[in-house]
């Protein structure tokens, strides 16, 4: 009984944690741009065939709206100013680690001196004996990719050319890929035309407002 309840404690605890979620940009600096041109219209393409093609619509939907709140336009690709490709995953791997419980603590009763030269008895309490449970646990990882092209303006033979990408990836025991995608859109899309340098760490809460926000304006309500 007391081991159920310490593992239902440390699940309730990691229930409220905020998500450890790592990023890194990375901007194509040879022609001498310090950015993505603010304002510019942007083509964003579902990926065809999709797995799941209404998955993929709602991260599209995602997407520009993302790219609206940072001061971009869509357009249909031959009007567009860039080409943004986004890709996702979702993949299970296995964790080991270990739990200690205690059991119940010992009292032993002992003997002392009385400095009178008597003896005296005394309680002495000891924590229970510690056990190490091994635990192996299932854990996803969850990655996010945006690219960012020159628009072609309709020269076929033009080789593409990749002016930003984005790679954002957590790893949780959620296999709910179609909610936590909203923490890696958001994550992403901050950091979003900037070369990050490294990787990036953000620490984001569950109830943050920009995700909630995002979900909110989405065609489909995510839960």
Sequence with gaps: ??????????????????LDIRTTGFLD????AAGLAK???????????????????????????LLARRGYRTAAPGKAD????YGYSISPGLRSSAVT?????????????DGRGGVTTRAVTLPGQPTVVPMLSTEYTRQVTVKVAEAGRGQQDKKEHVLWVGETHSIDPSSDLRSDIDYLLVVTFRYFG??????????????????????????????
């Design 82 to 85: 860039y080409i943004l490709t």
């Design 194 to 223: 900037q070369d990050t340098g490294k990787q990036v760490r953000v620490n984001l809460n569950p109830d943050d407002p920009e995700v909630r926000e995002l979900r909110g304006e989405a065609s489909s309500t995510v839960r």
């Design 101 to 113: 419980t205690y059991g119940p603590p010992q009292t032993q009763i002992t003997s002392v001196p």
């Design 39 to 65: 304002g510019a219209t942007v083509a964003v393409v579902e990926n065809s065939p999709a797995e799941n093609p209404i998955f993929d619509r709602e991260v599209r939907g995602k997407i520009e709206k």
């Design 29 to 32: 600096r040879t022609a001498g």
């Design 1 to 18: 009984m007391r081991r159920t309840v310490f593992l239902v404690a440390v699940l309730i605890f990691l229930g409220g944690c905020a």
